[in-house]
Each structure stands twice: as C-alpha cells, then as structure tokens.
C-alpha cells in the first residue's frame, strides 16, 4: 500500500477488559441513533447498516454516510440507529460492504430486506 497510514493499525485500550487491541477488519465502530444522524460528518466515507428498533438488521450499504442516510427513500424504512466505518475510498468500502453482505447471506441464507429491493445485491 502507497500510505503508510494504509499499511498500520491503530492500537486501542479496551478499559473493560483492560487489553490493548488492534481492529483487522471494520466493524462498524460508530454509531448514531437515526434522530441524530445528521450529527454525523459530511465527509465521512465508508460502510455503513441500517438496524430497526427491534434489533433487525435492514440493510448494508457503501459511500458518503450521511448523505446516504438523508435520501429521500430511506426516510420510511423504520431505521432507529446507524452503524459505519470511516473507510478511505470507494474500493475498499465495496470491498467490505461485499464481504459483510455475503457473511450475512451464508448465515441468514437472504440478503437484509432493503439489499434485497436496492443496492448491491452480490
């Protein structure tokens, strides 16, 4: 990888378990209640999922978070939180929001409702 910000990890303090870490793959870290996701910034890139208040999974998706969360459609989807990943480019994000959509097919054996109307369907 051309950065070096690409080829290092960021090391975390877990004070629950008292442990240092390293996150290897995205893990959807962050996350804001639907109220409030225009708290989230405009520049922010990356993998994101739709979750109901119920705890159902709606939908995987990549790109410009916020932006993806104010489109008209989504506003009647029932989304009570989102969860992302800040990722740099629209490669990577594809290539996770992939990884994420197949793990959850192979376990489910469908896709999320809303990916299997829209968006990536792989």
């Given at each position: ?92 994000s594809l290539r996770w929001e992939s990884f994420y959509l197949e793990e959850h097919k192979n376990r489910y054996g469908v896709l999320p409702p809303y990916n299997r109307i829209s968006g990536h369907s792989n």
């Amino acid at each position: 990888m051309e950065y070096k910000a690409d080829r290092t990890f960021e090391i975390q303090w877990d004070k629950n378990n008292k442990l240092w870490f390293i996150r290897l793959r995205p893990v959807f870290e962050r996350a804001a209640l639907w109220s409030d996701r225009n708290l989230i910034p405009d520049e922010v890139m990356g993998i994101y999922r739709y979750w109901a208040k119920n705890g159902d999974l709606l939908y995987i998706g990549k790109g410009w978070i916020k932006a993806r969360t104010n489109s008209p459609e989504r506003q009647e989807w029932a989304i009570h939180k989102v969860e992302y990943s800040i990722l740099k480019n629209d490669d990577e994000s594809l290539r996770w929001e992939s990884f994420y959509l197949e793990e959850h097919k192979n376990r489910y054996g469908v896709l999320p409702p809303y990916n299997r109307i829209s968006g990536h369907s792989n």
